[in-house]
């Protein structure tokens, strides 16, 4: 789950990390009422939607426009907010099609000596939460990493334990923080890991922060994801999501309690399991065709879920045809064929089917659509379902 950069500056300020102050506006008219609010002789106004890139995004129509931009007045506030809201800014993150922007966070202005990078993921490799730095604040940290990798420092640090000074001191002394800093530093650091943990995040980022004229260090950006399986955990947390920066229909999926992500092929894939989703995207892929989404029904999927999740993937003009590709463990190939049926019936089914079932109660799903007097073009093996998948897209 993610939320929005204001959104992630108030759980900071909450946690008592220094973050600049500012009030997010839905219009132009609150945007200059924040401008005085913060009393200030400069303020950024910047557009709020899921996706980084923004100082560097365009609005569709209107390229000088950019996402983030410094104002001096209420007046230009006001302007720039205008020209934000309710249009679509294009990122490097967006796509060509944009996002549109429903709002603007209209923040203070900063005395900025230095910017720097800090980011926390998970590491598998380690077990760990680990928090990143690097010098190169501000820039696109895929770059950095990609080009430069020695320029990005990490320390693992223990989820109950947490970041300890001495580590604290180590990331100072490579980012060229001293005196009074280090200890603004301290707080930053082992208050940003702390949230990390409690809040159970799958990534933190402020990109830049950076150190002021006056030594303090300030997060400046704040993008925040959430591990969606611990959203339980968190009730106050879940009210903070903005369905609108959503896909709609991996939003029905969730509701449905199925796994799907949108993508841009022409194939539907209706698959049990994330890893047997994955090679079977890859085998599409490698015989020429291109998956329209990744679709994982679960081990336990009911008639009416995997009905559902026909219905997502048909509501796609895209498609030109459906590869279902079940392997039996817990799910039952009974159970699929019976929802393809069900589908039939509910569902505007016009373009091929594709069909490889294997594992439990197997030959009774064959039976089952074998006697259906359905169009279903049975595959056996994966290989042999994705080549008749690709041809029958390439039919349609």
């Avoid at 970041?163 to 604290?168: E, G, T």
């Avoid at 150190?211 to 903070?240: P, S, Y």
Wanted: hydrophobic share 45%; glycine share 10%; proline share 3%.
């Amino acid at each position: 789950m993610k939320i929005h950069e204001f959104q992630g500056k108030d759980l900071l300020r909450k946690a008592g990390i220094n973050v600049p102050a500012g009030f997010a506006a839905k219009s132009g008219a609150e945007a200059a009422e924040a401008f005085d609010k913060l009393g200030g002789k400069l303020a950024v106004v910047k557009a709020q939607i899921h996706a980084g890139g923004r100082g560097k995004g365009t609005i569709k129509g209107n390229e000088s426009q950019r996402g983030v931009e410094l104002v001096r007045t209420r007046e230009d506030a006001k302007r720039v907010a205008d020209a934000l809201i309710g249009k679509e800014l294009v990122t490097i993150q967006t796509g060509p099609e944009g996002k549109k922007v429903q709002q603007v966070l209209v923040e203070a202005g900063c005395d900025i000596d230095r910017e720097l990078y800090l980011g926390i993921v998970v590491d598998r490799a380690c077990s760990l939460p680990v928090l990143m730095c690097s010098n190169e604040g501000g820039m696109n940290i895929e770059e950095v990493a990609a080009e430069t990798p020695e320029k990005i420092f990490l320390e693992p640090f223990h989820p109950t334990d947490g970041l300890q000074s001495y580590q604290v001191r180590k990331l100072c002394n490579k980012l060229g923080i001293a005196g009074d800093s280090i200890r603004s530093a301290e707080k930053l650091m082992k208050g940003l890991c702390k949230l990390f943990v409690d809040l159970d995040c799958s990534i933190l980022e402020v990109n830049p922060l950076v150190v002021t004229k006056q030594g303090d260090l300030i997060a400046l950006d704040a993008k925040i994801n959430f591990d969606d399986n611990a959203m339980f955990r968190h009730k106050d947390l879940v009210e903070l999501r903005d369905l609108s920066e959503e896909d709609p229909a991996e939003v029905r999926a969730g509701n449905a309690g199925l796994s799907y992500v949108q993508l841009e092929g022409n194939i539907g894939c209706l698959v049990n399991g994330a890893g047997l989703a994955m090679s079977t995207m890859d085998l599409v892929k490698l015989h020429g065709g291109q998956p329209s989404n990744f679709l994982d029904v679960g081990g336990g999927a009911q008639v009416d879920q995997v009905t559902e999740a026909f219905r997502i993937l048909l509501a796609d003009k895209n498609v030109k045809a459906v590869l279902v590709n079940i392997f039996g463990g817990i799910m039952r190939c009974t159970t699929i064929a019976n929802a393809i049926l069900e589908a039939y019936k509910q569902v505007d089914f016009n373009v091929p089917l594709v069909v490889r079932l294997e594992g439990t109660e197997v030959e009774e799903g064959k039976k089952i659509l074998a006697n259906s007097g359905i169009a279903v073009i049975t595959a056996e093996g994966l290989t042999d379902a994705a080549k008749k998948v690709v041809a029958a897209a390439g039919a349609a």
